[in-house]
């Protein structure tokens, strides 16, 4: 299976702040890199796929980078609603995985 | 509005079966292809099981054997069949649709809570 591995696993910032989570594929996964939100007690939220694609009604502040094993998400300027956990998920194979997950708090 | 509601969860003696559902509404069904998550208590999410519009089902090797996925169009249904159910099957269990171009998961039921414990 391939392994997905984020950092860092938790960080915290403030708003305003611009913060990059990190997505390592064991191996090369093309652009089939998925991104997702989850907030306490709520289901995850799709924000980018195939890598770079933001979802309809996600903020501009998101975007995605990357391709083959390494890939990025940035948010540019933090806000209060942002802090939440965030997952990559790879969707090259058909064993589908997802990262440890990012947890971004409030400095 | 797209919806997905799961519900079949409950607390189960180890080595208990539990057949889960989830009802789609909001959207035609037969067209996407759905996945079950799961995320025990603190922990992160992970994907048990997808079936195809016309290909799979799929499961990782962990669940691979007890896991059984399905579907029915008729009834905008998706379900989910554990067997041999141990503590670490403990979690919410969601449903989820993939997106019409195969490119992740975009739209997610509230989730089942499913407890093994004797």
């Known amino acids: 299976d391939i392994q997905m591995t984020q950092s860092p696993s938790s960080l915290s910032a403030s708003v305003g702040d611009r913060v990059t989570i990190t997505c390592r594929a064991s191996?090369?996964?093309?652009?089939?890199l998925n991104w997702y939100q989850q907030k306490p007690g709520r289901a995850p939220k799709l924000l980018i796929n195939?890598?770079?694609s933001l979802q309809s009604g996600v903020p501009s502040r998101f975007s995605g980078s990357g391709s083959g094993t390494d890939f990025t998400l940035t948010i540019t300027s933090l806000q209060p609603e942002d802090f939440a956990i965030y997952y990559c998920?790879?969707?090259?194979?058909?064993?589908?995985?997802f990262g440890g997950g990012t947890k971004v708090e409030i400095k | 509005e797209m919806q997905l509601v799961e519900s079949g969860g409950g607390l189960v003696q180890p080595g208990g079966s539990l057949r889960l559902s989830c009802a789609a509404s909001?959207?035609?069904?037969?067209?996407?292809?759905m996945h079950w998550v799961r995320q025990r208590m603190g922990k992160g999410l992970e994907w048990v099981s997808a079936?195809?519009?016309?290909?799979?089902?799929y499961y990782p090797g962990s669940v691979e054997g007890r896991f059984t996925v399905s579907r029915e169009n008729e009834r905008n249904s998706l379900y989910l069949q554990i067997n041999n159910l141990r503590a670490g099957d403990t979690a919410i269990y969601y449903c989820?649709?993939?997106?019409?171009?195969?490119?992740?998961?975009?739209?997610w039921g509230q989730g089942t809570t499913v407890t093994v414990s004797s």
């Open positions: 989820a649709r993939e997106t019409a171009a195969g490119d992740g998961m975009d739209v």
């Open positions: 909001g959207f035609t069904f037969s067209n996407y292809a």
């Open positions: 079936i195809g519009t016309t290909g799979g089902p």
């Open positions: 191996q090369s996964i093309s652009t089939f």
């Open positions: 195939v890598a770079t």
């Open positions: 998920q790879q969707s090259f194979s058909s064993v589908l995985t």
